[in-house]
């Protein structure tokens, strides 16, 4: 079992739409989650963080994190094309500073 | 201010050889990560510092990997012997402090081991 799971995709949505990513982790002790976004060719740029169970928003993006289902969630309303990209999930583990990133989901936004 | 900063951009080299690899964190910035992206993968944890020294070294791929951070500041990452399965895209992060810190990504360094 890999320590961060996502689905690889592609994601496919059309523009204006919710786009849902996903993400779990294996060590139960983890504290910190991040989604990255990596557009090709260039270097991951945080979108957001999350600490505590519960949803956090932030303009268009929602993180959800449920760490009793070892599970951390993204949603993007309103989707733009300048939102394809792939988004990676982290999460820093027991230990508080080894961080696990996921393979990535690639999202496509068609206009 | 200057954002990470990654040196060389771009290194071919021939497999046997050694290659040196350096990143320059934002300045005040006490931790550093290295990792390793192959084509269309995720991430791979490396190494991280805090100041000088390395808690931990257990995502090193072999003993041909190896990384230092002097001054609390740049630090170096050297592969030798290098094989062709070590081309890939090499990132450095920085962050404030360790665990909860956001962490800020240098451009990379593509390695390509001929």
């Known amino acids: 079992q890999k320590e961060v799971e996502q689905n690889s995709g592609p994601l496919s949505v059309p523009e204006g739409a919710i786009a849902s990513l996903n993400c779990t982790y294996s060590d139960r002790g983890s504290q910190s989650f991040f989604w990255y976004r990596q557009y090709s060719g260039k270097s991951p740029e945080l979108i957001m963080f999350?600490?505590?169970?519960g949803d956090k928003e932030d303009g268009r993006f929602t993180a959800q994190l449920n760490k009793a289902s070892q599970y951390v969630s993204l949603l993007i309303r309103d989707s733009q094309p300048s939102d394809s990209a792939t988004y990676l999930c982290a999460v820093i583990g027991t230990g508080g500073f080894k961080t696990i990133f996921g393979a990535g989901t690639r999202l496509f936004v068609k206009a | 201010g200057a954002g990470v900063s990654q040196s060389p951009s771009n290194k071919v080299t021939e497999k046997g050889k050694d290659v040196e690899l350096r990143c320059d964190p934002i300045s005040g910035h006490t931790a550093l990560y290295w990792y390793r992206q192959s084509l269309g993968q995720g991430l791979e944890f490396l190494i991280y510092?805090?100041?000088?020294?390395?808690?931990?070294k257990s995502g090193l791929p072999s003993d041909r990997f190896s990384a230092e951070r002097t001054g609390g500041s740049v630090s170096t990452l050297t592969i030798q012997r290098t094989q062709q399965e070590d081309s890939a895209v090499y990132l450095c992060?920085?962050?404030?402090?360790?665990?909860?810190?956001?962490?800020?990504f240098g451009p990379g360094t593509r390695l390509l081991v001929l």
């Open positions: 999350i600490y505590s169970n």
């Open positions: 510092f805090q100041g000088n020294s390395a808690p931990d």
């Open positions: 992060a920085s962050s404030l402090d360790q665990g909860k810190e956001t962490q800020y």
